[in-house]
């Protein structure tokens, strides 16, 4: 995904935030600024356009146990076990949720503000439909919960 209109020192504060829900499991798998940055009027600091990846540290919490929190499963592999590199739904909804406000995401061909409802989309295959909010177990997270689940 891309991050306009941001710094790395917010990106990180808001990575910083998202990790006391998460148990510290989330970190960047890639954070690479994408220009140089220009003047933005009132803040008197560059700013940038990142290119933002979020990952797990750890993928499960003991030896055939529960995922460990943030960590997402592949839609067809939902049914079968397996884990994919990138953190899950709600990690991201999280962390948008913690930048800044002037900042613009764009994911998956939307282009969204961190005040934007974080829709949920389908995942899996058509024959075996799945949304991406259930691709983890974040639901053992009481914090997780009050993001908004409004569909785009």
Same mark, same amino acid.
């Given at each position: 995904m891309l991050i306009r209109n941001t710094t790395k020192a917010n990106l990180e504060a808001a990575l910083e935030a998202t990790n006391r829900i998460f148990e510290n499991n989330i970190r960047f798998r890639r954070l690479d600024r994408m220009n @140089?940055?220009?003047?933005?009027?009132?803040?008197?600091?560059?700013v940038f356009t990142y290119r933002v990846t979020l990952t797990y540290v750890k993928g @499960?919490?003991?030896?055939?146990?529960?995922?460990?929190?943030? $960590? @997402? @499963?592949?839609?067809?592999?939902?049914?079968?076990?397996?884990? $994919?590199?990138? +953190?899950?739904?709600? $990690?991201?909804?999280?962390?948008?949720?913690n930048?800044?406000?002037? +900042? $613009?995401?764009?994911?998956?061909g939307n282009r969204l503000t961190p005040s934007s409802p974080w829709g949920d989309w389908n995942a899996g295959p058509p024959i075996q439909p799945v949304n991406m909010s259930?691709?983890?177990?974040?639901?053992?997270l009481a914090q997780v919960n009050p993001i908004d689940h409004s569909r785009d």
């Open positions: @140089r940055g220009t003047e933005t009027e009132g803040h008197g600091c560059p @499960r919490l003991s030896k055939g146990g529960h995922l460990a929190p943030g $960590v @997402r @499963r592949g839609g067809w592999s939902y049914f079968h076990g397996g884990r $994919v590199v990138g +953190a899950c739904w709600h $990690v991201h909804g999280h962390f948008f949720r930048l800044n406000p002037e +900042a $613009v995401i764009i994911a998956r259930d691709l983890c177990e974040c639901w053992t």
